[in-house]
């Protein structure tokens, strides 16, 4: 099993930043991929960025060049670093690993992200 929590969602206005975190626990060697997906009602999941184990990286196109994932295998934390936000990225922001043979996918709660205009 693989738990993850989130932490670092808040409020804040167009252009500014926020840095989300991504703590796991359990079987963190079995991770494969850890990705941060966001969801605003009425609307499906989207992944944002994602990150593998060999630290390849993929994004979103609405958030290249604005958002950066990384990783500290140290602490076994996933980050999401938003700059130059905008009010169209409003959404509960959510943490996702896919571990063991691959088959296996854990969420966190979600950590909500307002951004004013």
């Known amino acids: 099993q693989v738990q993850l929590v989130e932490s670092g969602g808040g409020l804040v206005q167009a252009g500014g930043s926020l840095r989300l975190s991504c703590a796991a626990s359990?079987?963190?060697?079995?991770?494969?991929?850890m990705g941060w997906y966001r969801q605003v009602p009425g609307k499906q999941r989207e992944l944002v960025a994602g990150i593998t184990s060999g630290v390849s990286t993929n994004y979103a196109d609405s958030v290249k060049g604005r958002f950066t994932i990384s990783r500290d295998n140290a602490k076994n934390t996933v980050y999401l670093q938003m700059n130059k936000l905008k009010p169209d990225d409003t959404a509960v922001y959510y943490c996702n690993a896919i571990w063991g043979d691959g088959r296996w996918s854990s969420w966190g709660r979600g950590t909500q992200v307002t951004v004013s205009s």
């Open positions: 359990g079987s963190i060697f079995s991770i494969k991929h």
